[in-house]
């Protein structure tokens, strides 16, 4: 089952990578370039391997909203919905089904399958690779279910296996750290992966669940490689040696991911493919987090601040190139049968220009 799965996201890599591996000498003009890629999205749809639509029903100031608070249908204000992803070519993403507490996560789960129904001619839940080429075949866009953060399972495999029967095909390790893993940003408490995480790799392997490892720390990265009988992936996340962050994946580790059969799906995210987005956004959330402490009743002078530090100075340039060099790197460390994409949509506050939503993946 888990390399059956492990399929999934390896189709999307025909998308970016099979006719460059065709042609080595690249150089076309950008109509030539369209018709390739648009002929190539004909046979190999992009499966986008993280996709956060989930925070417009469970995760907003409005929030929680029902399906007609939201519609997809029609052109939303959020990068996803069914007009887009036409648009963007997308045959399937690996959706994230999330709420804020156990029994909002429960209803998300309700949500999803009436979603589903309400779409029926557009969308399709999916828990294989063969549904999912079903799915497509049938002009359908294919959702597999995803969890983001193991914390929703309380460090309990009877969890797992019920969300299982639900139909959740994969679990981000630690979004960030619990009892199974430290984050990639946290302090670390278990030096890696914990007993009980040791446990649930073996159970997420014999269900055949995806192991994800974005969030995770390095460590506990080689201590799942270390641990786990099957493939694993990386749903969004990108190469640390172009983007020095925690977030990001390790030559080192990228190489055992290769001889694991994972995949890594690198990510839109702007402050994850450039250091110096992330530098300034850090420093941005300085000057907002100290401006809420100095004046925490006079919002017009908290504002204030903010517009005189983003003038002098500006947002970073992020382009489709800079997240180009991130697939190049990867494909020339260990291959492109190891690659995907995933824009983590929704998720994402700041977006790359030319990738802003999910009408942009043939860009």
């Known amino acids: 089952m888990q390399k059956k799965l492990l399929s999934i996201a390896m189709l999307s890599w025909f998308v970016a990578c099979k006719p460059l591996a065709q042609q080595k000498k690249y150089v076309v003009t950008e109509p030539k370039a369209k018709e390739i890629v648009d002929h190539v999205l004909k046979t190999s749809p992009v499966i986008d391997g993280h996709n956060d639509l989930f925070i417009h029903y469970m995760d907003c ?8 608070d939201y519609r997809l249908d029609t052109m939303a204000k ?33 949500l999803l399958y009436r979603m589903e129904d309400m779409y029926k001619k557009d969308l399709k839940i999916v828990t294989s690779s063969n549904e999912m080429r079903t799915a497509m075949n049938e ?22 296996r019920v969300y299982y029967e639900l139909g959740l095909r994969s679990v981000t390790f630690a979004y960030s750290t619990n009892g199974l ?28 669940v995806l192991i994800d490892m974005s969030h995770i720390s390095a460590k506990a990265m080689n201590d799942i490689l270390d641990e786990t009988k099957a493939p694993v992936i990386f749903s969004h996340s990108n190469a640390r040696a172009l983007c020095d962050v925690n977030r990001n994946v390790p030559d080192d580790v990228l190489l055992r991911l290769k001889n ?26 300085t000057v907002y987090y100290d401006s809420q402490k100095a004046y925490p009743d006079n919002r017009a002078k908290r504002d204030s601040l903010m517009d005189a530090w983003e003038s002098k100075n500006p947002m970073p340039s992020v382009t489709v190139a800079d997240m180009a060099d991130h697939f190049d790197h990867v494909k020339k460390l260990i291959g492109a ?7 983590d949509y929704d998720g994402i506050s700041f977006t790359i220009k030319g990738l802003e939503n999910a009408s942009t993946y043939p860009n």
């Open 61 to 68: 100031k409005t929030c929680p909203r029902d399906l007609q």
């Open 78 to 110: 959020g990068h996803t919905d069914i007009p887009k992803m036409r648009k963007g070519k997308v045959g399937a993403l690996l959706i994230n089904v999330f709420g804020s507490d156990s029994i909002s996560y429960i209803k998300a789960w309700d």
């Open 139 to 160: 002009g359908k866009i294919g959702f597999l279910p995803i969890l983001e953060g193991a914390k929703r399972l309380q460090d309990d495999p009877a969890l797992l």
């Open 181 to 208: 893993a430290d984050g990639s940003d946290d302090a670390a408490t278990h030096n890696g992966i914990s007993s009980i995480g040791r446990e649930m790799v073996k159970e997420m392997n014999r269900l055949g």
């Open 260 to 285: 694991n059969g994972g995949i890594i799906m690198l990510t839109f995210v702007p402050y994850f493919v450039k250091k110096e987005f992330m530098d300034w956004l850090n420093k941005g959330d």
């Open 337 to 343: 049968d190891h690659i995907g994409m995933a824009g």
